[in-house]
Nanobody, 118 residues
């Protein structure tokens, strides 16, 4: 049974930082590309950042320079370090795992709420 469990969300003031974690089980983690998506209330889900199995990273323009995605294959965990947070970053953040070649193997976590507010 595949599980992706996110943690680390919460309430933070503008300009603050949070680190999200996503612990995976039931998959051979090193063979998967990992990504963080977010969905704000009333908006479409958007890709925030991704990290391939070879460590290549990509970011959406609005978070470049503020967010950093990383992975620890030994811990089956992907992280999203978020700094200089803005109210516009408020959303439910979800973790995604997709096999590097077998795209049908595509899994989602349940999401964690991030609220940026004073």
């Amino acid at each position: 049974q595949v599980q992706l469990v996110e943690s680390g969300g919460g309430l933070v003031q503008p300009g603050g930082s949070l680190r999200l974690s996503c612990a995976a089980s039931g998959i051979t983690f090193r063979f998967y590309s990992m990504a963080w998506y977010r969905q704000a209330l009333g908006k479409q889900r958007e890709l925030v950042a991704s990290i391939a199995s070879d460590g290549t990273t990509n970011y959406t323009a609005s978070v470049k320079g503020r967010f950093t995605i990383s992975r620890a294959n030994a811990k089956n965990t992907v992280y999203l370090q978020m700094s200089s947070l803005e109210p516009e970053d408020t959303a439910v953040y979800s973790c995604n795992a997709i096999h590097r070649t077998l795209y049908a193997y595509n899994y989602w976590g349940q999401g964690t709420q991030v609220t940026v507010s004073s």
